[in-house]
């Protein structure tokens, strides 16, 4: 076990250095020089000005260099200076990073607890009425592009309706009121795959355990329902599914790039998409990182967890 | 009595002679989902090959009515914000969506597949350095990672479909490894090794024909995935830009108007929807009908 987790650690390892070089050469292959960019964007065309700031910016140095400094400065929390935000990037993050995170959690939320709730109900009333809707459900969701969710719920309950506001995302120590009802669609939106993703995969591991033996045992001793499914089925279903919520967080990040941009939430995905189409390479860089990692260590975490909720599974 | 019992598992466990297409078929139309798939799809592709005979204008010329109309007899979709055709443009974006779900798998899936039986076949660094890589590749979201990837390209139709390509490979590398690596067990790939047949066609002639159904499988679910993820570019605004008619940037472009023409944003998004919806489900019988082993895994 302890073996285990250090060669899975030390294999993490190995994966982030790919990902930094990853990250680090598709950015040097844009197929304008940002900086050449940024200076055209300024108005007058200056060969001293773009040689200037490629110096400051240590772009004119050999590659490997420039990434060793990159990363020696991340590693000390230094994301480096935004060229089109006029802000250093820690800045830009601090502003961006809550918003996201409140938006994730309150989708991570609806999808894990509503999904597995959902799947678990499917499975032990299979043939009834909400069995019957959930597998065609999860698939209409799982193939409706989330933009397109985004614009019905804006239409239907934004500008039909009127009851939701559909711009803009306050974070709820700022105003509580406003920010939950600003967060409804977005994390409607945003939750959407994961919540059928979970409970298609609840549901199929449930109808799985419930056939086994110690369960039969459970019903046989006269147990109720409520006891036999939470304390005997439960845990053990629940195993697949989080493979599936720590893939939730990819889903995630993902969901805010569009989610963000759809109700114009001024979060990492939003400005990860300006940025982008702004050719600020500085925060493309260091986002498309926070992004690879955290999704790494959320890998990690599940594969170590693993072994933890399921004492049958060994590594060797 | 377990005499009788044991007889009739013998029995049962001769495979009645079936006719293997007549088996397919009739497992793949089991269910109506998968018929209604396949026939969606089939409208698509008329829609796509015969475009410019269906569509009712130019997708391209300005002002075939006045400039965003309500559906009407004349313009059943309406007319976009310059006065085009919503419906012949949705039918012309079909055209784009097949050609880069088309292109990107059979590029992505013969650059992976090769990867991925390289990987598996040879094992030792091989495998660690393309799997890691694989990994590497399998930390950014879908999504990110296109957008990373077409934003370095550039736009346009060629270029999205590299950032696909290469944004999906990890998926074939890592089913590939895995099928080869459980192939490479069986005593016929083991015959072939002892009797010092080449390396290269025991991978081609042995080990791709047998790992063909769930590649099937996964590349027809990768078309739905590949035409929601070009979608999803064009609504940000990447990839494929107008005045190319694309689904996804036809909802980017119309969805300031939402409030007063809702069609023109609801048109190529449900387009979207339908074709998405009816490759998985097309996928999805192909798994049942090709091998239903598959179901959960792909």
């Known amino acids: ?316 | 009595m377990a005499v009788q019992t044991s007889q009739a598992l013998a029995v049962s466990e001769i495979a009645p002679r079936t006719n293997e297409l007549r088996r397919f078929t009739r497992v793949f139309f089991k269910r109506w989902v998968v018929a209604l798939g396949l026939v969606i799809l089939l409208l698509v592709f008329i829609a796509a090959i015969f475009a410019p005979w269906i569509a009712p204008y130019d997708p391209y010329k300005i002002a075939t009515g006045g400039a965003l109309e309500q559906p009407s007899a004349k313009h059943w979709l309406g007319t976009d914000r310059i006065g085009r055709d919503t419906l012949s443009r949705v039918i012309f974006g079909s055209r784009v969506a097949l050609e880069v779900g088309f292109i990107t798998v059979a590029v992505a899936s013969i650059i992976g597949v090769s990867l991925g039986m390289i990987a598996g076949y040879f094992g030792g660094p091989f495998y660690i350095i393309i799997m890691r890589a694989v990994d590497a590749l399998m930390c950014f979201p879908g999504l990110i990672l296109f957008m990373f990837l077409s934003a370095m390209l550039g736009n346009g139709v060629r270029n999205v479909i590299i950032a696909l390509s290469i944004g999906t490979i990890a998926q074939y590398v890592r089913v590939m490894c895995g099928l080869t690596l459980s192939l490479k067990q069986n005593d016929y790939i083991l015959a072939q090794v002892s009797i010092g047949a080449p390396r290269f066609r025991t991978m081609v002639q042995h080990i791709l024909p047998n790992a063909f159904p769930p590649l099937i499988v996964l590349m027809t679910m990768q078309l739905g995935t590949l035409i929601l993820a070009e979608a999803a570019l064009g609504f940000l605004g990447m990839g494929i830009v107008p005045p190319t008619a694309a689904w996804g940037s036809m909802v980017n472009d119309s969805y300031v108007y939402l409030q007063t023409n809702p069609w023109l944003c609801f048109a190529p998004g449900i387009c979207i929807f339908l074709v998405v919806f009816s490759f998985n489900m097309v996928g999805d019988g192909l798994r049942d009908a090709l091998d239903p082993r598959l179901r959960g895994l792909l």
């Not at chain 1, 007058?44 to 990434?67: K, W």
């Not at chain 1, 000390?76 to 993050?93: C, E, I, N, P, W």
Request: glycine share 6%; hydrophobic share 55%; net charge positive.
């Open chain 1, 1 to 316: 076990m302890g073996a285990f987790i250090v060669r899975r650690l030390l294999m993490a390892l190995l994966v982030l250095i790919l990902v930094t070089i990853l990250v680090f050469m598709v950015i040097r292959f844009l197929p304008l020089d940002p900086i050449t960019l940024y200076v055209i964007g300024t108005g007058n065309m200056d060969e001293a000005r773009i040689q200037f700031l490629n110096h400051q910016y240590g772009l004119d140095r050999p590659l490997y260099v420039q990434y060793f400094s990159w990363i020696s400065k991340v590693v000390r929390g230094d994301f480096g200076y935004s060229l089109v935000a006029k802000d250093s990037v820690s800045t830009l993050l601090k502003q961006r990073v809550p918003v996201t995170m409140y938006l994730g959690i309150v989708s991570m939320i609806i999808s894990t607890v509503v999904g597995i709730t959902i799947g678990m109900l499917a499975a032990i009333r299979r043939g009834k009425w909400l069995d019957n809707i959930v597998s065609p459900l999860s698939v209409v969701l799982v193939c409706l592009p989330s933009f397109l969710l985004g614009i019905f719920l804006i239409y239907i309950f934004g500008m039909k309706a009127h009851w939701l506001p559909f711009h803009d995302l306050v974070l709820p120590w700022q105003n509580f009121t406003l920010s939950i009802r600003q967060v409804i669609m977005p994390a409607i939106c945003m939750s959407a795959l994961g919540l059928a993703m979970n409970a298609r995969q609840m549901r199929s591991s449930m109808l799985e355990i419930i056939r086994q033996d110690y369960v039969r045992t459970a019903w046989s001793k006269g147990l109720t329902e409520r006891i036999v499914i939470l304390k005997h089925a439960l845990k053990n279903s629940l195993i697949p599914v989080v493979t599936l919520v720590g893939m939730g967080v990819g889903v995630v990040f993902a969901g805010a790039v569009i989610t963000e941009t759809i109700f114009s939430i001024p979060g990492m995905g939003r400005l990860f998409v300006t940025c982008i189409q702004g050719q600020d390479y500085i925060v493309v860089q260091d986002l498309a990182l926070i992004f690879g990692s955290v999704i790494l260590l959320v890998n990690l975490l599940v594969d170590i967890s693993y072994s933890w909720i399921d004492p049958r599974i060994r590594y060797d």
